[in-house]
């Protein structure tokens, strides 16, 4: 027996999702493939050999109806061969944007119902974390578990400053890292105004290297309120030997984000803000998308700008666009509306990662940055 299901009807299922994505390939008439699949024929099915799935094989062939078809049959959207390619990445190889498009929206619609289905469940189920982020019960997956896990701040053999977490056996993951220093310097030029006029008020979340604090401290006239949200003890003992709790007009919040968004003890610092910022580590989509709720009261006038680290997914080209149009959905029913800036993060002096395990190899950078609309 597996999963339920006996050997025999096992094997069955094999010949026919084998059967199913040979056909495929070999470009037979569409009437073919959906007599295959209405005689049930899995259309999940992966063959061993590569990987390959129904999606897969519909797009190597370039045909944009079939792919529509074993979509709306319930192919899985962002299933990988074996080389690590999705159908999207398969689309793009052959600059195929129609049949892209169509798997990047279904991914939108599977992701947009998971999200809903894992917020009106009580309590939610693991059915509602979104695939675009595996499930990691490590310190790169688990808040909880990164807490309480150490963390090493040094420098790389490239000179890099880095901040790692063992992610498992001998695996570490940057927390944060010096080649991010691009981003958080078009991000803080985007969020803050050329002016910079006085009395700015600056809320961040996440304080990793300190990378983006500090650029927010260097600036012409520096923040009169600069809140630091960090739950990490050892962050906070690193931020202490840095000086950060003498420096004037920062207050540090030790805890998580939750622990204070909608606390008197936020607000009572300085009202609202006119820049928030956040960056968390071993979060998933949906603590982000929860942050996104909050953005009403954190955001004061409709001058006031928010961001944060457009990083989920990032390790395939699919996966980051549907996550870019999932959040900018959320922001939208929050009633935040979003820019999109394109920061290119390929030309790297050094290797970015070292021994450290990849969680960003796309050539651009989208930077988001949200304000309030405001309704006439």
């Known amino acids: 027996m597996s999963d339920g299901i006996d050997d025999g009807a096992v094997h069955a299922l094999t010949i026919l999702g084998e059967h199913l994505v040979n ?12 007599e295959i699949l209405d005689n049930g024929a899995p259309v999940w099915y992966q063959n061993e050999s ?15 109806e079939l792919v529509k078809y074993v979509i709306a049959e319930g192919a899985v959207w962002n299933a990988l061969d074996n080389q690590k390619n999705s159908a999207g990445d398969i689309a793009l190889s052959f600059n195929n944007q129609e049949i892209y498009h169509s798997i990047r929206d279904a991914g939108i619609r599977a992701e947009m119902l998971l999200a809903l289905l894992s917020a009106s469940s009580a309590p939610p189920s693991s059915s509602g974390v979104l695939h675009i982020q595996s499930t990691d019960s490590t310190a790169a997956g688990s808040t909880d578990v990164y807490l309480t896990s150490k963390l090493t701040f040094k420098t790389d053999e490239h000179g890099q400053e880095i901040c790692v977490v063992n992610a498992g056996g001998e695996e570490e993951v940057g927390v944060m890292m010096g080649w991010e220093r691009p981003i958080m310097e078009q991000t803080v030029k985007a969020l803050v105004p050329e002016t910079n006029v006085s009395g700015l008020r600056v809320l961040n ?22 809140v630091i949200i960090e739950a990490h003890p050892d962050v906070l003992q690193h931020m202490r030997a840095l000086g950060w ?42 603590a982000l998308h929860q942050f996104f709720e909050h953005l009403p009261d954190l955001l004061d006038g409709p001058d006031a700008r928010f961001s944060f680290f457009n990083g989920l997914g990032a390790t395939n080209l699919l996966f980051y666009d549907v996550y870019t149009r999932i959040s ?34 796309l050539p651009i950078y989208r930077l988001p940055v949200g304000k309030m609309n405001v309704m006439g």
């Open 50 to 64: 590569e990987g390959l799935s129904p999606l897969h094989a519909a797009a190597y062939t370039q045909n944009a």
């Open 205 to 226: 979340v996440g304080f990793g290297l300190g990378i983006i604090d500090s650029l927010f401290q260097k600036l012409l006239t520096p923040p009169e309120h600069h």
């Open 328 to 361: 900018e959905l959320h922001l939208a029913e929050v009633g935040a509306d979003v820019d999109w800036f394109d920061v290119d993060v390929s030309d790297d002096a050094y290797d970015r990662w070292g021994k450290t395990r990849e969680y960003f190899n």
């Open 245 to 286: 709790y003498e420096k004037p007009g920062v207050t540090i919040l030790e805890g998580k984000w939750q622990d204070f968004v909608s606390s008197e003890q936020l607000f009572s610092l300085c009202g609202g803000f006119d820049v928030v910022y956040t960056d968390t580590f071993s979060e998933d989509y949906a």
């Open 23 to 34: 056909t495929i390939i070999a470009g037979e008439p569409f009437a073919t493939v959906k």
